[in-house]
Nanobody, 117 residues
Framework: QVRLLESGGGLVQPGGSLRLSCVVSGIKFSSYALKWYRQIPGKERELVAQTTWDDSTNYADSVKGRFTISRDNAKNTVYLQMNRLKPEDTAVYLC???????????WGQGTQVTVSS
């Protein structure tokens, strides 16, 4: 059974930082692309950052220079370091694992991030 478990969300003031973690089990972690999405009620789910099997990374323009995605294949964990947070970063952040052949993909339940003073 594949499981993705996110943690690290919470309430933070504008300008603050958080680090999200996603522990993955049930797949060959090192072969998968790992992605962080965010979901705001009433809006489409947005791809925030992704890292592939060869450690290449990509970011949404809205988070470039502020967020960093990384992976630890020994711990089956992907991280999202979020710095200089803004109120518009408030969302549920979800972890996604995608195989090289495309499907199926797997999702976690999400962790809430709230940026507010």
């Amino acid at each position: 059974q594949v499981r993705l478990l996110e943690s690290g969300g919470g309430l933070v003031q504008p300008g603050g930082s958080l680090r999200l973690s996603c522990v993955v089990s049930g797949i060959k972690f090192s072969s998968y692309a790992l992605k962080w999405y965010r979901q705001i009620p009433g809006k489409e789910r947005e791809l925030v950052a992704q890292t592939t099997w060869d450690d290449s990374t990509n970011y949404a323009d809205s988070v470039k220079g502020r967020f960093t995605i990384s992976r630890d294949n020994a711990k089956n964990t992907v991280y999202l370091q979020m710095n200089r947070l803004k109120p518009e970063d408030t969302a549920v952040y979800l972890c996604n694992a995608a195989p090289p052949w495309g499907r199926p993909t797997y999702w976690g339940q999400g962790t809430q991030v709230t940026v507010s003073s």
